[in-house]
């Protein structure tokens, strides 16, 4: 989850600067890279986290809820996405998703719990 979120904040900073300085073919390079980096961690890593940190008597409806939201967001980002670059431009909608994962990688560091190697009744335990 790390390592996704700053590899994207990194490639998103890189990305609205290739927009900025209009070197268009550069920037679909990056874009592509940050496809890669997002299918490798954060798009499998979620679901596996998700499916870990709810105890076992929750685990259904945390699940239900935590898919609903999830599913909520990826909808705001893509409906979002074409109004947000018509108003900041491709360089600053970029950075503003730079900025959203650098936000997204501290909130991870300091509210989810380390799962590997462990087992599901001790990541229950954290949360007591």
Do not use: D
Not at 49 to 77: D, Q
Not at 92 to 107: D, H, K, N, P, S
Request: proline residues 3%; positive net charge; glycine residues 8%.
């Amino acid at each position: 989850m790390l390592t996704g979120c700053g590899g994207l904040a990194i490639l998103y900073v890189c990305v609205g600067s290739a927009y900025y300085f209009h070197i268009h073919g550069f920037a679909i390079l990056l874009i592509a890279a940050a496809i890669a980096c997002y299918s490798m961690t954060l798009a499998p890593v979620t679901w596996v986290l998700l499916s870990e940190i709810f105890p076992n008597k929750i685990r259904s409806a945390g699940m239900s809820v935590a898919t609903t939201f999830l599913w909520s967001a990826c909808f705001v980002l893509t409906y979002t996405f074409p109004v947000l670059n018509q108003h900041l431009g491709s360089a600053r909608i970029f950075w503003l998703y730079a900025a959203i994962c650098v936000a997204g990688f501290a909130m991870i560091l300091k509210w989810v719990p380390e799962t590997k190697g462990r087992t599901l009744e001790a990541i229950e335990g954290f949360w007591k």
